[in-house]
């Protein structure tokens, strides 16, 4: 379907569009036992935003540039990470990192929320690309009030988001799908071999490094940055849900990738955990060509007369050891969790023939997940390909 543009206004003229703003961190009196919705960009997580992380108290929204905006604004983000968008649920103050989008009265006749949101979120890459050229990488309120609107009549707006909200649904429904195959495998993994924690099957407990005969992370140099030549892949590649994003990636020579790979060899079945910023994201190398790895990862080769990795993926992943890994982060920036602590890791040791068993489960499980994510992929397709024909 593509529209008849009515005419096409700026933001600035058809919305109210204002920043937040985040009250001294120092001062207790502007946190402690606040009632007051506070969102950052973290908080933003689909359409509609029901709740927050922070609360502030009355006192820190007046003595801040922050300012509640009421349920049905549209948040956008202009700071760090450009171009995230929800609606908000609950009336809410946002950090000055996020704009706050209220359309005049006088306009709400001619667009609806909903569109509106709809066509900030096609946007997003357009925005990031003009952010990207601006200092901290940012969008001041000046260049989100000047972004041109088009609007078609109201039948075609609803027609618009009936058809994107229906995808959505759908979407919805199978995210809610890998959340239950995933369940299915952490009850599985309790079914077997009891909690972690207390083990209650009194099963053999011995440190990582007995298990696994090398534990090392990935370069602490500097490399070179090559347009074509062997990955290069850093913490940031891996991702939560156990898999390794190979698009954003850097390449290096091969005399650098060389030199890593010589103490630090990364192949397929052995373990990659991430060790500083975001801790305790686990990845297993698939059959892939030989790549490097940064200091920001670790990789386990494990002693395979005594683990099967897709078990130990499945134990480091647990809520306990993973809440292990966070109280041993070393206090920086970043954070980074050292080699002495990754090593130091209590592993739970069933035998061989239940792992290999459970891990017999988790395949099976993964079949499903990848139909399921296939399908979530070519939904996500097609909701891109139908708002570029929306709107351009």
Same mark, same amino acid.
């Given at each position: 379907?593509?529209?008849?543009?009515?005419?096409?206004?700026?933001?600035?003229?058809?919305? +109210?569009?204002?920043?937040?703003?985040?009250? %001294?961190?120092?001062?207790?009196?502007?946190?402690?036992?606040?009632?007051?919705?506070?969102?950052?960009? *973290?908080?933003?997580?689909?359409?509609?935003?029901?709740?927050?992380?922070?609360?502030?108290?009355?006192?820190?929204?007046?003595? *801040?540039?922050?300012?509640?905006?009421?349920?049905?604004?549209?948040?956008?983000? @202009?700071?760090?990470?450009?171009?995230?968008?929800?609606?908000?649920?609950?009336? /809410?103050?946002?950090?000055? /990192?996020?704009?706050?989008?209220?359309?005049?009265?006088?306009?709400?006749?001619?667009?609806?929320?909903?569109?509106?949101?709809?066509?900030?979120?096609?946007?997003?890459?357009?925005?990031?690309?003009?952010?990207?050229?601006?200092?901290?990488?940012?969008?001041?309120?000046?260049?989100?009030?000047?972004?041109?609107?088009?609007?078609?009549?109201?039948?075609?707006?609803?027609?618009?988001?009936?058809?994107?909200?229906?995808?959505?649904?759908?979407?919805?429904?199978? +995210?809610?799908?890998?959340?239950?195959?995933?369940?299915?495998?952490?009850?599985?993994?309790?079914?077997?071999?009891?909690? #972690?924690?207390?083990?209650?099957?009194?099963?053999?407990?011995?440190?990582?490094?007995?298990?696994?005969?090398?534990?090392?992370?990935?370069?602490?140099? %500097?490399?070179?940055?090559?347009?074509?030549?062997?990955?290069?892949?850093? /913490? &940031?590649? #891996?991702?939560?849900?156990?898999?390794?994003?190979?698009?954003? @990636?850097?390449?290096?020579?091969?005399?650098?990738?060389?030199?890593?790979?010589?103490?630090?060899?990364?192949?397929?079945?052995?373990?990659?955990?991430?060790?500083?910023?975001?801790?305790?994201?686990?990845?297993?190398?698939?059959?892939?060509?030989?790549?490097?790895?940064?200091?920001?990862?670790?990789?386990? &080769?494990?002693?395979?007369?005594?683990?099967?990795?897709?078990?130990?993926?499945?134990?480091?992943? %647990?809520?306990?050891?993973?809440?292990?890994?966070?109280?041993?982060?070393?206090?920086?920036?970043?954070?980074?969790?050292?080699?002495?602590?990754?090593?130091?890791? %209590?592993?739970?040791?069933?035998?061989?023939?239940?792992?290999?068993?459970?891990?017999?489960?988790?395949?099976?499980?993964?079949?499903?997940?990848?139909?399921?994510?296939?399908?979530? +992929?070519?939904?996500?397709?097609?909701?891109?390909?139908?708002?570029?024909?929306?709107?351009?």
């Amino acid at each position: 379907m593509k529209k008849q543009i009515l005419s096409y206004l700026s933001l600035g003229q058809i919305c +109210d569009v204002q920043s937040g703003g985040t009250p %001294s961190r120092h001062i207790n009196a502007y946190w402690e036992n606040g009632n007051i919705p506070w969102v950052k960009i *973290s908080d933003i997580k689909g359409k509609h935003l029901f709740g927050t992380d922070e609360f502030i108290t009355r006192q820190g929204l007046e003595n *801040s540039s922050a300012k509640i905006f009421p349920k049905g604004t549209i948040l956008y983000t @202009i700071f760090a990470t450009l171009g995230e968008t929800t609606i908000l649920n609950i009336d /809410a103050a946002t950090n000055q /990192a996020i704009a706050g989008i209220n359309i005049h009265d006088q306009y709400k006749e001619i667009i609806l929320t909903d569109y509106l949101y709809y066509y900030l979120l096609s946007i997003k890459d357009i925005m990031c690309k003009i952010g990207r050229g601006v200092a901290q990488n940012n969008l001041n309120l000046k260049i989100l009030r000047n972004v041109q609107v088009p609007v078609p009549s109201i039948e075609e707006q609803k027609k618009i988001i009936d058809t994107l909200s229906l995808i959505e649904k759908i979407m919805l429904v199978k +995210d809610k799908q890998l959340s239950r195959l995933s369940n299915l495998v952490k009850s599985r993994f309790l079914e077997m071999f009891g909690d #972690i924690q207390h083990n209650p099957c009194k099963w053999d407990i011995e440190p990582l490094s007995a298990v696994c005969h090398k534990i090392t992370d990935g370069e602490h140099g %500097s490399v070179q940055r090559v347009s074509e030549g062997y990955v290069y892949l850093n /913490a &940031k590649n #891996i991702r939560q849900d156990g898999n390794i994003d190979w698009e954003n @990636i850097t390449h290096i020579s091969f005399k650098d990738h060389a030199k890593i790979f010589k103490r630090c060899n990364p192949e397929p079945d052995d373990i990659l955990l991430t060790t500083t910023g975001t801790v305790g994201n686990i990845a297993i190398v698939p059959k892939v060509g030989p790549f490097s790895i940064d200091r920001g990862i670790t990789l386990l &080769k494990i002693n395979n007369d005594r683990l099967n990795n897709i078990y130990l993926a499945n134990l480091l992943n %647990s809520e306990y050891l993973q809440q292990c890994m966070k109280n041993n982060i070393h206090a920086s920036a970043i954070g980074h969790l050292f080699l002495k602590q990754v090593k130091s890791l %209590s592993v739970m040791l069933p035998p061989l023939h239940l792992q290999n068993q459970f891990a017999d489960y988790v395949v099976h499980i993964d079949k499903s997940k990848m139909a399921v994510q296939k399908s979530l +992929d070519e939904l996500e397709t097609l909701k891109k390909s139908l708002m570029q024909t929306y709107f351009g």
